[in-house]
């Protein structure tokens, strides 16, 4: 039988989306009643990084999108059939189109016009599949915004006017889809598509002020007041930031008065960027995140006006940070955030990653950028995460239909939190979840102390049962520690395991009294793809053995 929980988030995603037919029905038939501007006022720039070897591919009729190739012999990528949803993506949102402003030629400029061109052609008239997706249609509207220069570079007069057309169709499409849009990073990006075209364009001063406060209600909604995005996921607010720059530049630019949380919103999803970054400059692995090109990180934070030290804690987003000397460890210390809105969260309650001087260390196994559905579940799971199993099942649940994105409908309700730092400096925090309290009966509470010279990372994990709570069969527990695929693993005895970083850096992992396991385990956020890693694994009893106790010291 289906829960409350899961049985209301059916009949309201069946509600939503009936209604959306609805709007689309209505768009389709009156589509050619809309106003299209005959020009364009200013491109935005982009801040993602742009790679000449892409642009070089395209221009031979390759197209490197999303982990796979297309070859397409010089034809257009639209009458063939893609690779993956990934590719599909990727190649409708236009987002590859910054690659080809590496050179402005007359060759890059009319390969991107006759891509684009193809699908006015192709997709252009049809409001259907993957191509008129929102957030596909609102990352294309940013792309063609900021790229228009090399699109429309010696462009005619009919090209322009078709371009410009699609344009203004795409922005009435993606008004009217506003209020049926997913709630989280979807909905943020279309209003920020809206917010860029009202001012790139020529716009009444209305449409610039229902647009702006429209922004506005997101950065209320979604940017938690530490900064953090509602998702809980540390990347979230790097991709917004890659937009929201751009845009408070183009407002300045023109002489706009700007959204009141514009300012105000990216000084506050500043720190919490910072919070998140590991010492080798990456993003720590949690609820969907996954690996992050350092150019785009750093072209960031050159615009970082609130730099300081990152933050010990978030409370609203629910994170800790450990950190001393050339150590650093980030723990997820929230429950899954509401509905819909944890459609991408992991059941990683609990887990944590530790990075020192320049190496990830212990980390969670991420999200994949490019991989069949299948996987990004398998990243979800508790297995997934350095943290507790038990009875191998996930400390949060998942519903079982895509019907609902399959969003969180059971599990961590609960996070206890205390943090105290003891007479000798150290940093200790302590977190217990109820996940696990429903089902079998028992509370996971983690310890982690954290030295003051950043040397030695302390950890205890305990199984707990409330005095209530009566408990006959034991319990399967599985601790694992998720080893960064760029460090070596060597077992010293039954107790410890050395993790050696190419530069030659080393941590002791030991658990006393208990077997330090080695397995082979899988990697989802690597840049190029899923690989293989390795994983430290302890294997426990309840009520047998209700705690372990496990340490990591720097070696070398």
């Given at each position: 039988?289906?829960?409350?929980?899961?049985?209301?988030?059916?009949?309201?995603?069946?509600?939503?989306?009936?209604?959306?037919?609805?709007?689309?029905?209505?768009?389709?038939?009156?589509?050619?009643?809309?106003?299209?501007?005959d020009?364009l006022?200013?491109?935005?720039?982009?801040?993602?990084?742009?790679d000449?070897?892409?642009?070089?591919?395209?221009?031979?009729?390759?197209?490197?999108?999303?982990?796979?190739?297309l070859?397409?012999?010089?034809?257009?990528?639209?009458?063939?059939?893609?690779?993956?949803?990934?590719?599909?993506?990727?190649?409708?949102?236009?987002?590859?189109?910054?690659?080809?402003?590496?050179?402005?030629?007359?060759?890059?400029?009319?390969?991107?016009r006759?891509?684009?061109?193809?699908?006015?052609?192709?997709?252009?008239?049809?409001?259907?599949?993957?191509?008129?997706?929102?957030?596909?249609?609102?990352?294309?509207?940013?792309?063609?915004?900021s790229?228009?220069?090399?699109?429309?570079?010696?462009?005619?007069?009919?090209f322009?006017?078709?371009?410009?057309?699609?344009?203004?169709?795409?922005?009435?499409?993606?008004?009217?889809?506003?209020?049926?849009a997913?709630?989280?990073?979807?909905?943020?990006?279309?209003?920020?598509?809206?917010a860029?075209a009202?001012?790139?364009?020529?716009?009444?001063?209305?449409?610039l002020?229902?647009?702006?406060?429209?922004?506005?209600?997101?950065?209320?909604?979604?940017?938690?007041?530490?900064?953090?995005?509602?998702?809980?996921?540390?990347?979230?607010?790097?991709?917004?930031?890659?937009?929201?720059?751009?845009?408070?530049?183009?407002?300045?630019?023109?002489?706009?008065?700007?959204?009141?949380?514009?300012?105000?919103?990216?000084?506050?999803m500043?720190?919490?960027?910072?919070?998140?970054?590991h010492?080798?400059?990456?993003?720590?692995?949690?609820?969907?995140?996954?690996?992050?090109?350092?150019?785009?990180?750093?072209?960031?934070?050159?615009?970082?006006?609130?730099?300081?030290?990152?933050?010990?804690?978030?409370?609203?987003?629910?994170?800790?940070?450990?950190?001393?000397?050339?150590?650093?460890?980030?723990?997820?210390?929230g429950?899954?955030?509401?509905?819909?809105?944890?459609?991408?969260?992991?059941?990683?309650?609990?887990?944590?990653?530790?990075?020192?001087?320049?190496?990830?260390?212990?980390?969670?196994?991420?999200?994949?950028?490019?991989?069949?559905?299948?996987?990004?579940?398998?990243?979800?799971?508790?297995?997934?995460?350095?943290?507790?199993?038990?009875n191998?099942?996930?400390?949060?649940?998942?519903?079982?239909?895509?019907?609902?994105?399959?969003?969180?409908?059971?599990?961590?309700?609960?996070?206890?939190?205390?943090?105290?730092?003891?007479?000798?400096?150290?940093?200790?925090?302590?977190?217990?979840?109820?996940g696990?309290?429903?089902m079998?009966?028992?509370?996971?509470?983690?310890?982690?102390?954290?030295?003051?010279?950043?040397?030695?990372?302390?950890?205890?994990?305990?199984?707990?049962?409330?005095?209530?709570?009566?408990?006959?069969?034991?319990?399967?527990?599985?601790?694992?520690?998720?080893?960064?695929?760029?460090?070596?693993?060597?077992?010293?005895?039954?107790?410890?395991?050395?993790?050696?970083?190419?530069?030659?850096?080393?941590?002791l992992?030991?658990?006393?009294?208990?077997?330090?396991?080695?397995?082979?385990?899988?990697?989802?956020?690597?840049?190029?793809?899923?690989?293989?890693?390795?994983?430290?694994?302890?294997?426990?009893?309840?009520?047998?053995?209700?705690?372990?106790?496990?340490?990591?010291?720097?070696?070398?």
């Amino acid at each position: 039988m289906l829960s409350g929980r899961f049985s209301s988030l059916y009949v309201g995603e069946a509600w939503r989306r009936m209604r959306c037919r609805a709007a689309l029905l209505r768009l389709r038939l009156f589509r050619h009643g809309s106003y299209a501007p005959d020009r364009l006022i200013v491109a935005p720039t982009d801040l993602r990084a742009i790679d000449p070897h892409v642009a070089e591919e395209i221009l031979s009729g390759r197209f490197p999108l999303a982990g796979r190739l297309l070859e397409t012999g010089g034809k257009s990528p639209f009458t063939f059939s893609l690779p993956s949803r990934s590719f599909a993506l990727r190649l409708h949102s236009f987002g590859w189109l910054r690659h080809m402003r590496t050179k402005k030629s007359d060759l890059h400029s009319n390969v991107a016009r006759a891509i684009v061109g193809s699908w006015l052609s192709i997709h252009g008239g049809r409001i259907e599949g993957i191509a008129w997706e929102i957030d596909v249609t609102a990352q294309r509207v940013i792309a063609w915004l900021s790229h228009s220069p090399v699109v429309l570079y010696n462009a005619d007069r009919g090209f322009y006017r078709r371009f410009m057309r699609s344009l203004a169709f795409q922005i009435r499409f993606l008004r009217r889809m506003a209020q049926y849009a997913p709630p989280g990073e979807v909905r943020f990006r279309l209003r920020i598509a809206l917010a860029m075209a009202s001012i790139a364009m020529p716009a009444r001063a209305s449409v610039l002020r229902k647009a702006a406060d429209a922004l506005d209600l997101e950065f209320d909604s979604q940017i938690l007041p530490d900064g953090g995005h509602i998702s809980r996921n540390p990347r979230a607010g790097l991709e917004l930031l890659l937009d929201l720059l751009p845009l408070r530049q183009t407002y300045v630019n023109l002489g706009h008065d700007l959204p009141q949380k514009l300012i105000s919103g990216i000084d506050r999803m500043y720190p919490a960027l910072r919070f998140f970054r590991h010492q080798d400059g990456d993003l720590a692995l949690f609820n969907g995140a996954t690996s992050t090109q350092a150019n785009e990180l750093v072209s960031l934070l050159r615009y970082d006006e609130t730099a300081g030290e990152p933050f010990k804690a978030m409370p609203h987003s629910r994170y800790q940070r450990l950190s001393a000397g050339r150590t650093a460890v980030i723990a997820d210390t929230g429950a899954p955030p509401p509905g819909r809105q944890s459609q991408t969260a992991h059941a990683g309650s609990l887990s944590f990653e530790m990075s020192s001087g320049r190496h990830r260390f212990i980390v969670n196994s991420g999200s994949p950028k490019f991989a069949a559905r299948r996987y990004i579940q398998i990243a979800r799971t508790t297995a997934a995460h350095t943290t507790v199993t038990l009875n191998d099942t996930s400390s949060s649940r998942f519903a079982p239909s895509e019907f609902v994105a399959n969003v969180i409908v059971d599990g961590v309700q609960n996070v206890n939190v205390d943090r105290a730092v003891a007479d000798d400096g150290r940093d200790v925090i302590k977190a217990s979840h109820d996940g696990y309290l429903k089902m079998f009966g028992v509370l996971h509470e983690r310890e982690l102390t954290l030295n003051a010279t950043g040397s030695i990372l302390t950890g205890c994990d305990r199984l707990i049962m409330p005095e209530e709570r009566k408990r006959d069969e034991p319990l399967r527990a599985t601790a694992r520690f998720h080893v960064h695929p760029s460090i070596n693993l060597n077992r010293m005895d039954r107790e410890s395991v050395l993790m050696t970083a190419p530069d030659g850096e080393a941590w002791l992992f030991s658990t006393p009294g208990n077997e330090a396991l080695i397995s082979d385990d899988v990697f989802f956020a690597d840049a190029s793809g899923v690989c293989g890693s390795d994983q430290i694994e302890i294997s426990f009893s309840y009520p047998e053995k209700p705690e372990i106790r496990w340490f990591l010291s720097r070696r070398s």
